[in-house]
């Protein structure tokens, strides 16, 4: 049986992260794939230089986020939760179960498998959506305010002011934005995106903070910041039906 050791990576491209899983055995070439669960799994020998496998998987990067949105995209939204245990939730383009426990102490945890909810009461319904709602307010937050910061940094020439960010209920935008009241507003079904998409959606506004209408200039300047926009729009799109 052929000799397998394996090691989580994670290489930066210009504007997103990819973690995968690199697996060491006797392979002639660099291999990869995606599996259904948006897994991705890179082989190589043990010969390779890891510095040659991070290259490879950034040289394939527009496949590789193509083919996770393929398999993420029929994943059923967690604004249908029916808060029963098995049901799909959906975070950052990631595909996780949900499961409700009995415990004698309340919390919502995320293991990047499942999302667990430890309810005092199995056959009180109401405290464990609020408990839920609680939770994804809290997660979507935090995950939008460091996405947001990064973005941030990239228009530090233009002495921007770093805005108030504001979640709510869209029914067909991913984002708006109040320049006059440095405010940014994002959908709250964002958090079911992969995060390159929170990205392309919070360029976009600031964006706007640069020029406020869907100019030319506007329209050069997301180009300059982020060159695939287009592909990730298409991806976002396709990836969360709003």
Request: glycine content about 2%; aromatic content about 12%; charged content about 25%.
């Amino acid at each position: 049986m052929q000799s397998v050791s394996s090691e989580s990576r994670v290489v930066n491209t210009e504007n997103q992260s990819i973690s995968f899983i690199l697996e060491r055995k006797k392979v002639k070439n660099i291999n990869l794939r995606v599996t259904n669960d948006s897994s991705i799994y890179v082989s190589a020998s043990e010969d390779v230089p890891v510095s040659e496998i991070d290259s490879f998987v950034i040289s394939r990067k527009n496949y590789i986020l193509k083919h996770v949105a393929e398999f993420d995209c029929n994943i059923a939204p967690s604004s249908e939760l029916q808060y029963v245990n098995g049901e799909n939730i959906t975070l950052l383009g990631r595909n996780h179960r949900l499961k409700i426990v009995k415990s004698f102490h309340e919390s919502v945890v995320c293991d990047g498998v499942y999302v667990q909810i430890n309810a005092l009461r199995l056959d009180y319904k109401p405290r464990i959506m609020q408990q839920f709602t609680e939770w994804i307010e809290s997660y979507s937050r935090s995950v939008f305010e460091e996405v947001m910061q990064n973005v941030y940094r990239r228009f530090a020439c233009y002495d921007l002011p770093f805005p108030e960010l504001k979640i709510r209920e869209m029914s067909s935008r991913w984002g708006s934005c109040l320049p006059e009241k440095e405010t940014i507003i994002l959908n709250k079904r964002l958090i079911e995106a992969p995060k390159f998409c929170i990205e392309y959606v919070l360029y976009h506004e600031f964006c706007h903070f640069v020029y406020p209408n869907h100019s030319k200039k506007f329209y050069s300047l997301l180009q300059v910041m982020l060159p695939n926009w287009k592909e990730t729009k298409a991806i976002l799109e396709k990836s969360v039906n709003i």
